[in-house]
């Protein structure tokens, strides 16, 4: 799976901040656990990361609920790819979903979390609340808490 990034939202009225040189999506392969791995803005502006498991993984349909992981605000999503009628460059962008390269097995179930809890600020949200602790989550950071993900995801056994 090659790292592929994604900009689609117009930010020209969230104001300033690190949002307006991120890009809106970027996929990439984990290099430590070989998992697919997503980490997608939502309309809000905020983060949302995911990893994706295969067929043979114990986590593989089950609820979000009942994955035991550690992550910002915990799990909040459990799905297969989403579908979309749009062209292939619409459903990249805008979708829980990844482009594989071929041979490539693109039947995961994503795993994920938000960074659109309380004290998480979201730029694009008329409802942010600008006060002591409340912290934009970084590609940076939602990229880390990703690969962390991935590494519990990894060591779970059936």
């Known amino acids: 799976m090659q790292r592929i990034e994604y900009s689609h939202f117009d930010k020209s ?3 300033k901040g690190p949002w307006l040189t ?14 697919p791995c997503l ?10 990361g995911y990893v994706g498991v295969s067929k043979s993984h114990v986590a593989f349909e089950k609820f979000y609920d009942d994955v035991d992981v550690d992550v910002h605000g915990g799990l909040t999503f459990a799905s297969k790819c989403q579908s979309h009628d749009g062209d292939q460059e619409t459903l ?10 071929e041979g490539e097995d693109d039947d995961v179930w994503w795993l994920g979390f938000d960074c659109a809890h309380w004290q998480d600020f979201m730029p694009s949200s008329p409802m942010n609340i600008h006060g002591s602790g409340v912290v934009y989550r970084t590609q ?4 880390s808490e990703v690969e962390r993900l991935a590494k519990q995801l990894k060591g779970m056994t059936p």
């Open 92 to 101: 990249a962008c805008n979708t829980i979903c990844h482009i594989v390269d």
């Open 140 to 143: 940076q950071y939602v990229t």
């Open 39 to 48: 980490i997608v803005r939502n309309r809000l502006g905020a983060w949302c």
């Open 22 to 35: 991120e890009p809106d999506k970027v996929q990439w392969l984990d290099p430590e656990t070989s998992l």
């Open 13 to 15: 009225t969230w104001g």
